[in-house]
C-alpha cells in the first residue's frame, strides 16, 4: 500500500519516513499542503494520507477539503497530524474530510495500528471494486467497467489525436451449444472463448464482456485499416480453438462473428455510438452467413 507523507518539518518527514518504511509501505513525500495535492492528482496516487495541519502554501484542513472534492474513484484515507487537540479543532479537521487524528507529540505504535484501520478499509474498497468490475464467469471486465475503461480511452485518443478502433464479437449458433450440451458446458465455452480472446489480443488492449455471448474489445492506437487484420486473427483463433467436452472429451468447436469500428483523428464521436456502428457491422457479418469479419 502506498501512503503519502504531507509534512512541513523535516525532522518529523524524516522519522516518519523511517518509520512508514521500516513496517513496510511505499512512500510519497510532500513538504507542503500544495505538493502533496497536485500528486494525489497525478496517476496512480497514494491510498492513504499522513498529513500534518500547519504547513505552507495548504494546510491539513484545506488539503483535505480538496482532495474530498475531487472526482476520483479511489477513496484515499486520511490521518491528520496535529497540535491542536481541543474539540473545535477536532470537529474542524472532521468536517474537512478527515478520516482520523493523531495529536502532536504522538506515540508511533500509535500510529501504525491507525494506519491498519485505514488499510483494512482501503483493502475492503479495492475488493469490492474488483467485484463490481469484474464478470464472475470468465474473470474480464464486465460491461460497466469495460464502458468507462471505453470512455476514458476514447478521450484520450481525441486529446492525443489518435485512432481507437472498437470491436464487438457474438458466438455464432450458440444457442446450440447450450442444447447440446447443457448449460454448464455452455459456460465452459464462454470462459474458453473470452480465454482465447484475451491470448490473442495486445497488452494495451483490453477486453469486456458485454452481454451473454457478446464480448467488446478497445485497441487504442488502431486504425481502420489495421483493425480487419486484427479481427481477422481474433476471428481465426476462436475458429482454431478445440474446446473438450469435460466429460464425453468430445472436440467442441465453434466460430464467432465481428463487427468493428474506427475513431479516426480528430474525431469527436460518442462511444454509443462507435458501439453502435460496430454493432451494425456484426449484423451485417452474421447476415452475410457468420464466421466473418465486417469492418
Ligand atoms: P447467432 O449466431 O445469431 O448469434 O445465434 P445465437 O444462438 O448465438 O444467438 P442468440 O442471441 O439467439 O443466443 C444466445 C444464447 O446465449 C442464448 C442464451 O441462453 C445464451 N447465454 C447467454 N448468457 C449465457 C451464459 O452466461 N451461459 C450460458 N451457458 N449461456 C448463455
Ligand atoms: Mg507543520
Ligand atoms: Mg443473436
Ligand atoms: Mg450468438
Ligand atoms: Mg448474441
Known amino acids: 500500500m502506498k501512503i503519502m507523507i504531507a509534512e512541513d518539518d523535516s525532522i518529523s518527514r524524516r522519522v516518519l519516513q523511517a518509520n512508514l518504511t521500516k513496517w513496510g509501505y511505499d512512500i510519497d513525500v510532500a513538504v507542503n499542503g500544495r505538493e502533496a495535492f497536485e500528486m494525489i492528482t497525478q496517476p496512480s496516487p497514494p491510498s492513504l494520507l499522513i498529513s500534518d495541519w500547519m504547513m505552507p502554501l495548504m494546510d491539513g484542513p ?5 482532495i474530498r472534492g475531487l472526482d476520483i474513484t479511489r477513496y484515499i484515507y486520511i490521518i491528520l497530524l496535529t497540535t491542536k487537540g481541543e474539540k473545535k479543532d477536532i470537529i474542524h479537521g472532521l468536517e474537512a474530510g478527515a478520516d482520523d487524528f493523531l495529536t502532536k507529540p504522538f506515540n508511533q505504535e500509535e500510529l501504525k495500528y491507525r494506519i491498519r484501520i485505514g488499510e483494512r478499509i482501503i483493502n475492503l474498497e479495492h475488493r469490492i471494486l474488483l467485484l463490481a468490475n ?3 464467469l470468465t474473470g474480464i471486465m464486465n460491461r460497466r467497467a469495460f464502458m468507462e475503461r471505453l470512455d476514458q480511452e476514447a478521450a484520450r485518443a481525441h486529446r492525443d489525436q489518435s485512432h481507437l478502433s472498437f470491436l464487438i464479437t457474438d458466438i455464432d449458433h ?3 451449444v447450450n442444447d447440446t450440451f447443457g448449460h454448464q458446458v455452455g ?7 473470452s480465454d482465447t480472446l484475451k491470448a490473442t ?4 488492449d483490453f477486453l469486456g464482456r458485454y452481454g451473454g455471448e457478446e464480448f467488446v474489445i478497445c485497441m487504442p492506437g488502431t ?9 481477422e486473427r481474433l476471428r481465426k483463433a476462436v475458429e482454431e480453438k478445440e474446446i473438450i467436452h469435460p466429460d464425453t472429451q468430445e472436440l467442441i468447436s465453434i466460430t464467432s462473428s465481428f463487427g468493428t469500428a474506427t475513431c479516426t483523428l480528430s474525431c469527436r464521436e460518442k462511444t454509443d455510438n462507435l458501439i453502435k456502428r460496430a454493432d451494425d457491422a456484426l449484423y451485417q457479418a452474421k447476415k452475410e452467413g457468420r464466421n466473418r469479419v465486417v469492418c
Open 134 to 136: 469484474t464478470d464472475p
Open 201 to 204: 489480443i495486445r497488452p494495451y
Open 174 to 176: 450458440f444457442k446450440r
Open 223 to 231: 486504425t481502420g485499416s489495421q483493425v480487419w487484420t486484427a479481427a
Open 62 to 66: 484545506t488539503l483535505c477539503r480538496a
Open 187 to 193: 459456460d465452459l465455452v464462454l470462459q474458453c472463448f
